[in-house]
Protein backbone atom coordinates (compact mmCIF):
# COMPACT_ATOMS: atom_id res chain seq x y z
CA UNK A 1 0.00 0.00 0.00
CA UNK A 2 1.62 3.24 -1.28
CA UNK A 3 0.64 6.43 0.97
CA UNK A 4 1.14 9.35 -0.79
CA UNK A 5 2.22 12.45 1.34
CA UNK A 6 1.22 15.90 1.24
CA UNK A 7 3.40 17.32 -1.86
CA UNK A 8 2.29 15.12 -4.68
CA UNK A 9 -1.18 16.40 -2.66
CA UNK A 10 -0.18 20.19 -3.45
CA UNK A 11 1.23 19.81 -7.00
CA UNK A 12 -1.91 17.95 -8.32
CA UNK A 13 -4.14 21.43 -7.78
CA UNK A 14 -6.78 18.99 -5.64
CA UNK A 15 -8.54 21.84 -4.20
CA UNK A 16 -10.75 24.22 -6.45
CA UNK A 17 -12.05 27.61 -5.94
CA UNK A 18 -15.20 28.10 -4.55
CA UNK A 19 -18.22 29.14 -6.30
CA UNK A 20 -18.63 32.73 -5.40
CA UNK A 21 -22.40 34.16 -6.45
CA UNK A 22 -24.09 37.75 -6.38
CA UNK A 23 -26.96 39.01 -4.79
CA UNK A 24 -28.95 41.74 -6.53
CA UNK A 25 -29.02 45.00 -5.00
CA UNK A 26 -31.63 47.82 -4.88
CA UNK A 27 -34.62 45.62 -4.96
CA UNK A 28 -37.26 46.56 -2.82
CA UNK A 29 -39.02 43.55 -0.50
CA UNK A 30 -42.24 43.68 -2.73
CA UNK A 31 -40.11 43.68 -5.70
CA UNK A 32 -38.25 40.75 -4.50
CA UNK A 33 -41.14 39.00 -3.25
CA UNK A 34 -42.92 38.83 -7.10
CA UNK A 35 -39.87 38.13 -8.83
CA UNK A 36 -38.65 34.54 -8.91
CA UNK A 37 -35.01 34.01 -8.08
CA UNK A 38 -32.41 33.23 -10.28
CA UNK A 39 -30.11 30.15 -9.75
CA UNK A 40 -26.49 31.11 -8.95
CA UNK A 41 -24.05 30.87 -11.52
CA UNK A 42 -22.01 27.42 -11.52
CA UNK A 43 -25.01 25.65 -9.88
CA UNK A 44 -27.70 23.30 -11.23
CA UNK A 45 -30.99 22.18 -10.01
CA UNK A 46 -31.24 18.83 -8.02
CA UNK A 47 -32.49 16.21 -10.36
CA UNK A 48 -29.56 18.21 -12.83
CA UNK A 49 -26.60 16.92 -10.38
CA UNK A 50 -28.68 13.48 -9.97
CA UNK A 51 -28.13 13.08 -13.87
CA UNK A 52 -25.30 14.74 -14.46
CA UNK A 53 -23.26 12.26 -11.57
CA UNK A 54 -24.65 9.13 -12.97
CA UNK A 55 -24.18 10.59 -16.49
CA UNK A 56 -20.20 10.59 -15.82
CA UNK A 57 -20.22 7.18 -13.39
CA UNK A 58 -21.96 5.03 -15.74
CA UNK A 59 -18.86 5.56 -17.93
CA UNK A 60 -17.43 2.71 -14.90
CA UNK A 61 -20.45 0.05 -15.42
CA UNK A 62 -18.39 -3.25 -16.30
CA UNK A 63 -14.77 -1.87 -14.86
CA UNK A 64 -13.17 -3.79 -12.13
CA UNK A 65 -12.09 -1.52 -8.85
CA UNK A 66 -7.73 -1.90 -9.18
CA UNK A 67 -6.45 0.07 -6.90
CA UNK A 68 -6.58 2.60 -4.47
CA UNK A 69 -4.06 5.37 -2.93
CA UNK A 70 -4.72 8.03 -0.49
CA UNK A 71 -3.08 11.64 -0.39
CA UNK A 72 -3.59 12.91 3.57
CA UNK A 73 -7.16 12.25 3.54
CA UNK A 74 -8.13 11.75 0.23
CA UNK A 75 -8.73 8.40 -1.05
CA UNK A 76 -8.50 7.91 -4.37
CA UNK A 77 -10.16 4.83 -6.41
CA UNK A 78 -8.88 3.56 -9.83
CA UNK A 79 -10.81 1.72 -12.11
CA UNK A 80 -10.19 -0.39 -15.37
CA UNK A 81 -7.06 -1.64 -16.87
CA UNK A 82 -3.82 -0.41 -14.86
CA UNK A 83 -1.03 1.40 -16.72
CA UNK A 84 2.36 2.56 -15.30
CA UNK A 85 2.81 6.29 -15.48
CA UNK A 86 6.02 8.64 -13.69
CA UNK A 87 5.51 8.09 -10.14
CA UNK A 88 3.40 4.92 -10.44
CA UNK A 89 0.27 3.52 -12.13
CA UNK A 90 -3.09 4.69 -12.76
CA UNK A 91 -6.25 3.04 -14.06
CA UNK A 92 -8.73 4.47 -16.69
CA UNK A 93 -10.72 6.33 -14.77
CA UNK A 94 -9.59 7.74 -10.92
CA UNK A 95 -11.95 8.92 -8.53
CA UNK A 96 -10.78 11.12 -6.06
CA UNK A 97 -13.15 11.32 -2.70
CA UNK A 98 -12.89 13.72 0.38
CA UNK A 99 -16.20 13.78 1.43
CA UNK A 100 -17.49 10.79 3.78
CA UNK A 101 -17.67 7.19 2.03
CA UNK A 102 -17.68 3.58 3.09
CA UNK A 103 -17.21 0.29 1.57
CA UNK A 104 -20.34 -1.75 2.50
CA UNK A 105 -22.76 -4.99 1.92
CA UNK A 106 -26.26 -5.65 2.87
CA UNK A 107 -25.09 -6.36 6.95
CA UNK A 108 -21.82 -5.23 7.60
CA UNK A 109 -19.28 -1.54 6.58
CA UNK A 110 -16.00 -2.87 5.35
CA UNK A 111 -14.72 0.25 5.64
CA UNK A 112 -14.78 4.00 5.55
CA UNK A 113 -13.21 7.40 6.26
CA UNK A 114 -13.31 7.17 9.86
CA UNK A 115 -10.78 4.28 9.63
CA UNK A 116 -7.85 6.78 8.41
CA UNK A 117 -7.95 7.84 12.04
CA UNK A 118 -6.94 4.28 13.51
CA UNK A 119 -3.86 2.51 13.69
CA UNK A 120 -3.58 -0.27 10.94
CA UNK A 121 -2.58 -2.69 14.53
CA UNK A 122 -3.57 -1.94 18.14
CA UNK A 123 -2.08 -3.26 20.79
CA UNK A 124 -2.76 -2.70 24.87
CA UNK A 125 0.69 -0.60 24.68
CA UNK A 126 0.20 1.24 21.36
CA UNK A 127 1.83 4.48 21.59
CA UNK A 128 -0.54 7.03 20.39
CA UNK A 129 1.85 10.10 21.18
CA UNK A 130 3.96 8.54 18.51
CA UNK A 131 1.55 7.71 15.96
CA UNK A 132 0.27 9.86 13.01
CA UNK A 133 -1.86 9.11 10.73
CA UNK A 134 -0.96 10.99 7.91
CA UNK A 135 2.55 9.02 7.90
CA UNK A 136 1.61 5.53 8.38
CA UNK A 137 -0.50 2.61 7.83
CA UNK A 138 -3.90 2.81 8.90
CA UNK A 139 -7.11 0.75 9.48
CA UNK A 140 -8.73 2.17 6.16
CA UNK A 141 -5.25 1.81 4.06
CA UNK A 142 -5.05 -1.82 5.56
CA UNK A 143 -9.03 -2.96 5.01
CA UNK A 144 -9.10 -1.14 1.49
CA UNK A 145 -5.68 -3.30 0.70
CA UNK A 146 -7.62 -6.32 1.67
CA UNK A 147 -10.99 -5.98 0.35
CA UNK A 148 -8.78 -5.04 -3.35
CA UNK A 149 -7.14 -8.27 -2.64
CA UNK A 150 -9.52 -10.97 -2.36
CA UNK A 151 -12.97 -9.41 -3.74
CA UNK A 152 -11.70 -8.20 -6.50
CA UNK A 153 -14.40 -5.88 -7.17
CA UNK A 154 -16.43 -5.00 -10.85
CA UNK A 155 -18.64 -2.54 -11.47
CA UNK A 156 -22.13 -3.24 -11.71
CA UNK A 157 -24.09 -0.15 -11.79
CA UNK A 158 -24.53 2.83 -10.49
CA UNK A 159 -26.96 5.36 -8.77
CA UNK A 160 -26.62 8.89 -7.60
CA UNK A 161 -28.68 11.75 -5.44
CA UNK A 162 -29.61 15.10 -6.05
CA UNK A 163 -26.89 16.08 -3.38
CA UNK A 164 -24.26 14.82 -5.44
CA UNK A 165 -23.88 11.10 -3.19
CA UNK A 166 -23.35 7.93 -5.85
CA UNK A 167 -23.63 4.36 -5.18
CA UNK A 168 -21.40 2.33 -6.94
CA UNK A 169 -22.80 -1.34 -6.96
CA UNK A 170 -19.69 -3.65 -7.06
CA UNK A 171 -19.84 -7.67 -7.56
CA UNK A 172 -20.55 -9.96 -4.79
CA UNK A 173 -23.15 -8.11 -2.87
CA UNK A 174 -20.67 -4.90 -2.34
CA UNK A 175 -20.97 -1.08 -2.55
CA UNK A 176 -18.91 1.75 -2.76
CA UNK A 177 -20.78 4.71 -1.19
CA UNK A 178 -19.72 8.58 -1.50
CA UNK A 179 -22.00 11.10 0.75
CA UNK A 180 -21.45 14.49 0.65
CA UNK A 181 -21.82 16.17 4.19
CA UNK A 182 -20.76 19.94 3.29
CA UNK A 183 -22.10 22.69 2.10
CA UNK A 184 -18.48 23.85 1.21
CA UNK A 185 -15.13 22.77 -0.54
CA UNK A 186 -15.12 19.75 -2.88
CA UNK A 187 -16.62 16.30 -2.10
CA UNK A 188 -15.41 14.46 -5.24
CA UNK A 189 -13.92 14.29 -8.65
CA UNK A 190 -14.31 11.86 -12.17
CA UNK A 191 -11.45 11.99 -14.56
CA UNK A 192 -9.06 10.12 -16.71
CA UNK A 193 -5.97 10.14 -15.10
CA UNK A 194 -2.82 11.62 -17.56
CA UNK A 195 -4.90 12.58 -20.28
CA UNK A 196 -6.67 16.28 -21.26
CA UNK A 197 -10.20 16.59 -20.36
CA UNK A 198 -12.11 18.55 -18.26
CA UNK A 199 -12.65 16.99 -14.33
CA UNK A 200 -16.14 16.50 -13.14
CA UNK A 201 -16.07 17.62 -9.79
CA UNK A 202 -18.70 18.15 -7.06
CA UNK A 203 -18.62 20.42 -4.36
CA UNK A 204 -21.01 21.43 -1.19
CA UNK A 205 -22.88 18.82 -2.89
CA UNK A 206 -23.40 20.54 -5.96
CA UNK A 207 -21.83 20.33 -9.43
CA UNK A 208 -18.82 22.34 -10.00
CA UNK A 209 -18.85 24.03 -13.77
CA UNK A 210 -15.95 24.58 -15.59
CA UNK A 211 -13.55 21.88 -13.16
Known sequence: MTILKRAPCRRMGLLRGRHNTRLKRNVSGRDAARRPLSRPV????????????????DLLTGLRLSASYRAVDMRMF????????????????????????????????????????????????????????????????????????????????VATDAHGGARLQLSRGYSLVLF????QGEDW???????????FVVSGGRVEEGA
Open 42 to 57: GLRTMTDVADAARKHL
Open 78 to 157: HFGTMRTVEGGAVGEYALHVQCPWRIETADQIVTGRHDLFKPAEETEDFDWDSWDWDGNETLQDKLVAEFLTHVCPVVES
Open 180 to 183: PADS
Open 189 to 199: RFFRPQQDGEH
